[in-house]
């Protein structure tokens, strides 16, 4: 039996989710085989190691040693948990953890980055600006109107909102107010969903594709996290040959960023078939209104085993850089590196 720290909470707006997404975790592993401890970072950066509050990181690192906790099953969504922060310090603290190492994690994280990468593969993408160097005037100029207003660097559509004039643009600059914005051309079409998840062998495969009806045309937070506010069909009905292309974007893009274990990649799917790639998800959420565990249950793949999958990807030690020890300040193992890959301004579909 393994000793799992699941953690959730987190300093990021997403906090609550979560929490959602890691307590649903702990009730759901197999008690057989997983003894769960429960890690909640708290919005100031404090760690509460199964119940014990402890004064930040280093601390908190000290205490799963303790603990004898052999694997972080992240839970955490949104800023320092999907953008390779919590991940870097893992692995400095020669701790094993789920889902995508450093490098990958930070390069989907950014949306410009994973755009720019994916569109490298021929995979279609919105045309956009960012803002700046573009003005809100070159966005009027060169993409028109409707368009989205995304924070490049925030989850859970908290931080994108829709514009469909110059006024609503100019709101929507000064709400998000974050130093670098991305304004990406409105595609009319299906807005679809493809998670990754490893086989039994940790070979990565697509689960079904996920169709979202979203109240308002928006897949905003409410229609996220709201039970009953969306429409989510599973398999989304639509011919094999879409589903597959849909499918082979997804898993390129997985394979292209270097992801490990699962991943969620989001697509409008156009009139002709051609999906349309939006940005990528490394810690998908894992409540029970999620898409991941409901595209798993539809391929017959329980919850349950979902984080089983997980748990045996990080068990492996897929990707490990150096570690510290955290007590004794003696360092150890050796660096696999990481990469990063440069983005452009400008992008067009």
């Known amino acids: 039996m393994r000793t ?40 100031d950066g404090s760690w509460l190691v199964d119940g014990i509050r402890r004064d930040g990181a280093l601390e908190g690192a000290e205490a ?57 593969l021929g995979i279609a993408v919105p045309g956009d600006l960012v803002l700046p ?4 005037d070159d966005v009027e100029r060169e993409l028109g109107f409707p ?42 079409g299906r807005e679809i969903t493809v998670p990754i998840l490893d086989d039994e062998d940790g070979v990565p495969r697509p689960l079904p594709v996920v169709e979202i009806r979203a109240k308002g045309g928006f897949f905003d937070y409410e229609n996220k996290y709201t039970k009953g506010v969306a429409e989510e069909i599973v398999p989304a009905p639509l011919p094999p040959p879409i589903a597959r292309r849909a499918a082979e974007a997804a898993l390129a893009v997985h394979r292209l960023l270097g992801l490990r274990a699962m991943s969620r990649s989001d697509f409008i799917l156009r009139d002709d078939g051609t999906p349309v790639f939006l940005e990528v998800n490394t810690i998908p959420g894992m409540t029970p209104n999620s898409l991941l565990p409901k595209a798993a249950a539809a391929a017959g ?30 360092s150890g193992g050796r660096s696999t590196g990481s990469s990063t890959a440069p983005t452009a301004e400008r992008s067009s579909s």
Request: hydrophobic share 40%; net charge positive.
């Open 147 to 188: 368009v989205f207003v995304k924070d490049p660097c925030g989850g859970s559509s908290l931080e994108v909102r829709p514009a469909r004039d110059a006024g609503e643009l100019r709101r929507a600059v000064s709400d998000l107010g974050a130093r670098r914005l991305l304004v990406e051309k409105a595609v009319e």
């Open 133 to 136: 160097p573009a003005t809100a």
């Open 64 to 120: 799963l040693r303790g603990l004898g906790c052999e694997i972080a099953l992240l839970m955490l969504h949104g800023q320092r948990g999907e953008d390779g922060a919590i991940q870097g310090f893992l692995e400095t603290a020669g701790i094993r953890y789920t889902g995508s190492g450093v490098g990958g994690s930070a390069l989907a994280w950014d949306k410009i980055a994973a755009k720019r990468l994916a569109a490298t």
């Open 301 to 330: 793949i329980a919850f349950p085993e979902v984080l089983a999958r997980l748990l045996e990807s990080a068990g492996k030690g897929a990707t490990m850089g150096r570690t510290w020890n955290v007590s004794s300040g003696r």
């Open 4 to 43: 799992v720290a699941v953690v959730m909470g987190g300093m990021s707006s997403e906090h609550e989710v979560s929490l959602s997404s890691g307590r649903e975790a702990i009730r759901a592993l197999d008690r057989r085989r997983y003894r769960p401890v429960e890690i909640v970072i708290g919005r």
